[in-house]
């Protein structure tokens, strides 16, 4: 059995050359940027207005001021405020020269092109020029782009930017017992989850997945399956048949057809009949058919993978909070990946009765982590969460 921590590492030293491609920034989210880009225009370009109201000298005590102008939104002012004047200004219209503050309109009364102000202004209500953001400075690393990314690209003024390209990702579900939803269930058979769960992770991170279908326990029919889809997919996800079981036939069959098995089993609960293998440039795991184990297992380590292909280093976001209550094993040999549920700072452990418990996902909002060696976590200890 391999270390988990050490199957992480072996999958985050693979390296990879993505081909990057230019893509227009509207539709860039979930792809991750492939190189570092600077700002390209101060931000904010000019010193604008923060609020709609009148623009004038801060130092000037007149009674009134008389109103030079009235400057919208996309304006250039016309005229240099001096002492005893004003320019009427809108929200992110240009600061006239002369003016250092902006009195609220809330603040002031208007009558026949005099502007009086009734309450004393406390702010400068002025965005100066450069003082979120100057050309040149970084913008972005290398990241999967959020909403707020491409707005900040955009406001940049970037048409298009590098994104690594995108992964093809194949699933074939094995097992003779699997009927796909909508289809008549008989005696012995099952619903095929995993296939649907596996391709939503995928689309999750933004990766396209191609359904191979469910293929029975049948070396033959596996071992064509999973050559036709080696050859078009850049990873190959497996579920089931990966174990010992006299009809688990996926590590033979990936070994038949000369794949080269990188780890198989690793010292993780659930999902210890793990495998990883290559074959040329397209990869594949083999994840246990249980489907709280193949979805840890995504989780995990095929998100780390996915992450690694398109050229960052996978970040789970964690929070940390304080353990609801005891939680006990009596075998201490593996990694343990337990689903719970967030009560604030509560970390509360979902009851689960194993890897085939799938329902109790539904309330997962983490994944806590038992130690090798750690039979016990005491109620009320402080624990990471690794968010899902
Ligand atoms: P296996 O890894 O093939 O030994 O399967 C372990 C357990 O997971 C068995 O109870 C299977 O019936 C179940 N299983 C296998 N594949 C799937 C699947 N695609 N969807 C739901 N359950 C599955
Ligand atoms: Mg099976």
Redesign the pocket.
Known sequence: MLNPDAALKMINDLSFAPEVEQVPVAETLGRVLAEALPARVDSPPFSKAAMDGYALRSSDQADRFRILEMIAAGDVPENRVAAGQCSKIMTGAMVPEGADKIVRVEFTRESEGWMTVVEPEPYENIIYRGENLRAGDPLLEPKMLRAQDIGVLSSQGYPSVPVAAVPLVGVI???S??RAPGQQLDPGQ??????PQLCAQVEAMHARCRSYG?VPDEPKQLAAAIEGALGECDLLLL?????M?DL?FVPGVLKSLGAEILFHKLAVKPGK?TLFARKERSFVFGL????VS?FIIFEVFVKAFLFRWMGIASTPRQVSGTLAQTVKRRDAERLEYRPVRLEKRRIVPLSYHGS?HLSALREAEGLIRVEIGTTRLEEGSELDVRLL
Do not use: A, R, W
């Not at 579920?239 to 174990?243: D, E, P």
């Not at 246990?288 to 489907?291: A, T």
């Open positions: 579900t094995t097992g017992e699997l099952i619903y095929d989850s995993n296939g469910t579920s089931g048949g990966v174990s079981g688990d009949p246990p058919g249980n489907p193949t085939s």
